[in-house]
């Protein structure tokens, strides 16, 4: 089932971007990737990615807000995991758990990098098949 599934991952870290992509491509999704969220602006103002991994600081410190902002204004059933280390950089501490939070978030699940592997693929299962 897996492998007609498209997986957006954004992530500036390019080496949080390949390890992301090793696991989802072994798990049989395709993955168009970003490196930025205006590279990613680019590629969903012309395709639709089954489900979206988008990293919080990039170009700015809020690039992912703003790109799971616009993801779900295009595309409003699109799952979206939002990636971060925030926390242990700034002290910042928040979550998507509850629908409050997720109404400002717009992501649907957020996981704490460095992300294991089993941990990514069971959110994406439970995210793509509620």
């Known amino acids: 089932m897996s492998e007609n599934i498209t997986v957006l991952i954004v992530d500036d870290d390019l080496d949080a971007l390949e390890?992301?992509?090793?696991?989802?491509?072994?798990?049989?999704?395709?993955?168009?990737?970003?490196?930025?969220?205006?590279?990613?602006?680019?590629?969903i103002a012309g395709g639709k990615p089954d489900i979206a991994l988008v990293d919080l600081m990039m170009e700015t410190p809020d690039a992912g807000f703003v790109l799971c902002h616009?993801?779900?204004?295009?595309?409003?059933?699109?799952?979206?995991?939002?990636?971060t280390c925030v926390e242990s950089e700034t002290g910042i501490e928040f979550d998507a758990a509850t629908r409050e939070e997720r109404s400002w978030v717009k992501a649907d699940a957020l996981l704490k990098k460095p992300v294991r592997q089993e941990q990514l693929l069971r959110e994406m299962t439970r995210l793509l098949n509620p």
């Open 19 to 43: 390890y992301e992509q090793i696991i989802l491509e072994q798990a049989g999704y395709k993955v168009a990737r970003a490196e930025s969220r205006a590279e990613a602006e680019e590629w």
């Open 70 to 83: 616009h993801i779900k204004k295009k595309y409003p059933a699109t799952p979206i995991i939002m990636l």
